[in-house]
């Protein structure tokens, strides 16, 4: 199986995995809220879910990277709209919007060119 998102293969040029942000509650000392006497803390609800993707784009040549590099910016948008998101083992989110993309600092060029990445989908925005 395939990751995707949109159902579009945007991982699979190179290895990559998947993680989980935090989760649980977001929770706020009442004395940042109501001031430094207040005891206690407040849950405001659940914390949106990150899934982090991290990986190398993988490609013959430079331009061919960039062309890659580019189909998966391409998928930033403003207004966010929301896709299904499948990790290569079929783990499937729905709603997922594509907020943050990150290459690595350096390309690494030999019998291929590559570049590390982070992606961050988020839902609940």
Known sequence: MSSSYKSLDIFGSGPHRFSLGKEGL???????????????????????????????????????????????????????????LVDHHGRTWTGMKFIRFETADLVDRGRVVSVGYTAIFRDQL
């Open 26 to 84: 977001y929770v706020v000392s009442n004395a940042a809220v109501a001031g430094p006497t207040v005891p206690g803390s407040l849950a405001y609800g659940l914390l949106e879910l990150d899934v982090v993707v991290t990986g190398r784009l993988v490609a013959a040549s430079e331009a061919a990277l960039w062309t890659i590099r580019d189909a998966v910016t391409a998928l930033l948008v403003q207004p966010q709209t929301e896709g299904v």
